[in-house]
């Protein structure tokens, strides 16, 4: 079975800095390109960033860019999201997602998450 | 960059059709994907390219996509389908991905 796992989230203050982790199993994880999407408390989902399979593409939303930075190690089937300059507008359940191998913008597995809060 | 509008919510009784659509500028010409989030879970994809279904998602949920509107369509609705819907296109002229506001469906 496919499975995604979140680990990384916890408590921050603002201007600090965080490093989350997904650690993916059950698929060819080298064949699949990935995401962090994220959801506030209360709020919709908001897609953060984006990673290629061979890492030669990573895309951010405007909200995370310069502050954000994606990476994946296909060897240990993980990708990695570093926070950094985090602010009180970054907290949310952050979601690792595989992106569909077939259906151009898809997202058809999703982690658990894992909470991110940016307070003093 | 593109935007998709949501109603923010439905309401429907059990066994009727629930339409919840997705309102963007000229959507019919991109390629829609439905989401279901049950309250405390991780979003499920539930429709994707417009009409698709994965595998174990029961027939009852289908989707259209034409001029301005796409709308997910669930038949015979079941408590169990109580949950916020959320639609999603990839905008190619931004390489972003963008998620509508998200429609709360209330079995009554």
């Known amino acids: 079975d496919v499975q995604l796992v979140e680990s990384g989230g916890g408590l921050v203050q603002p201007g600090g800095s965080l490093r989350l982790s997904c650690e993916a199993s059950g698929f060819a994880f080298s064949d699949y390109e990935m995401n962090w999407v994220r959801q506030a408390p209360g709020k919709g989902l908001e897609w953060v960033s984006y990673i290629s399979t061979t890492v030669s593409a990573k895309y951010y939303a405007d909200s995370v860019k310069g502050r954000f930075t994606i990476s994946r190690d296909n060897a240990k089937n993980s990708i990695y999201m570093q926070m950094d300059s985090l602010r009180v507008e970054d907290t949310a359940v952050y979601y690792c997602?595989?992106?569909?191998?077939?259906?151009?913008?898809?997202?058809?597995?999703w982690g658990p998450g894992t909470m991110v809060t940016v307070s003093s | 960059s593109f935007a998709l509008t949501q109603t923010p919510s439905v309401s429907v009784t059990p066994g009727q059709t629930a339409r919840i659509p997705c309102g963007g500028d000229?959507?019919?010409?991109?390629?829609v994907h439905w989401y279901q989030q049950r309250p405390g879970q991780a979003p499920v994809l539930v429709v994707f390219d417009d009409s698709d279904r994965p595998s174990g998602i029961p027939e009852r949920f289908s989707g259209s996509n034409s001029g301005n509107t796409a709308t997910l369509t669930i038949s015979r609705v079941e408590a169990g389908d109580e949950a916020d819907y959320y639609c999603q296109v990839w905008d190619n002229s931004s390489d972003h991905w963008v998620f509508g506001g998200g429609t709360k469906l209330t079995v009554l």
């Open positions: 997602v595989r992106s569909h191998d077939s259906a151009v913008g898809a997202f058809d597995f």
């Open positions: 000229n959507i019919g010409t991109r390629t």
